[in-house]
């Protein structure tokens, strides 16, 4: 079964500090790993994935199939990042997207 | 670009009645549409995939016809929600499914929701 797992439903840290959101997840085939973001009053949007490879606005995220994680991460922490973030899997090519049960982040000054 | 809408924002309504709410893409055609439900404080749950031109393919434990789900043309999905009770009060999203340029990854766009009280 997919499953996607987020421990933490709060995280908060302070304004210049690393910041990692955890997420593991549970799948038989090949995953596709996605971080969403949700801020507050917008719409949930795509922050990134990880066959892109990319660095979005500072953060990364690494699959590490063997401890099927996700883990997003981010050197220096800034106030504009406090938001819901949402951890999602999806198989290869295939479209449905199963999600965490998200992580509140909140940067403080 | 990539922009999905959806209407309307919020709607309350009376228990037994049905809503009709409607998922657009703006600015691409969406061969797929995905539409899920969120309860407070908890994560999105796929409710259904929403195929151009065929029966959505709804996920278990989602009752078909109650969630009426209709993808008439590549830019618009509807959900219906039939003989609505309290306990379907929730915040319902889509999202519709955008290849990239390159043709190979396909992206979903989020709609901003629609907030259903049935009362």
């Known amino acids: 079964a997919q499953r996607v797992t987020q421990p933490e439903k709060l995280l908060s840290v302070f304004k210049g500090a690393p910041v990692e959101l955890k997420c593991n997840y549970s799948?038989?085939?090949?995953?596709?790993l996605f971080w969403y973001v949700q801020y507050s009053r917008q719409r949930l949007q795509l922050l990134l994935r990880?066959?892109s490879r990319e660095s979005i606005k500072g953060f990364t995220a690494d699959l590490n199939k063997g401890e099927t994680s996700f883990h997003l991460k981010k050197p220096f922490a800034q106030e504009e990042d406090s938001a819901m973030y949402y951890c999602?899997?999806?198989?290869?090519?295939?479209?449905?997207?199963?999600f965490g049960q998200g992580t509140r982040l909140t940067i403080n000054p | 670009g990539a922009v999905v809408s959806q209407h309307p924002s919020r709607v309350i309504c009376k228990s037994g009645t049905s809503v009709k709410i409607e998922c657009r893409s703006l600015?691409?055609?969406?061969?797929?549409m995905f539409w899920y439900r969120q309860f407070p404080k908890q994560s999105l749950m796929l409710m259904a995939t929403?195929?151009?031109?065929?029966?959505?393919?709804?996920e278990q434990g989602v009752e078909k016809d109650k969630f009426l789900i209709n993808h008439a043309s590549l830019t618009l999905s509807t959900l219906t929600v039939t003989s609505a009770h309290p306990e379907d009060s929730s915040f319902y999203i889509c999202?519709?499914?955008?290849?990239?340029?390159?043709?190979?990854?396909?992206?979903?766009?989020f709609g901003p929701g629609t907030r259903l009280l049935v009362l």
């Open positions: 999202s519709a499914a955008r290849t990239g340029f390159s043709g190979d990854q396909e992206t979903q766009y």
């Open positions: 799948y038989s085939g090949s995953p596709e």
């Open positions: 990880h066959i």
């Open positions: 999602a899997l999806s198989g290869r090519g295939a479209q449905k997207l199963v």
């Open positions: 600015d691409f055609q969406a061969t797929t």
């Open positions: 929403s195929n151009e031109g065929s029966k959505a393919t709804y």
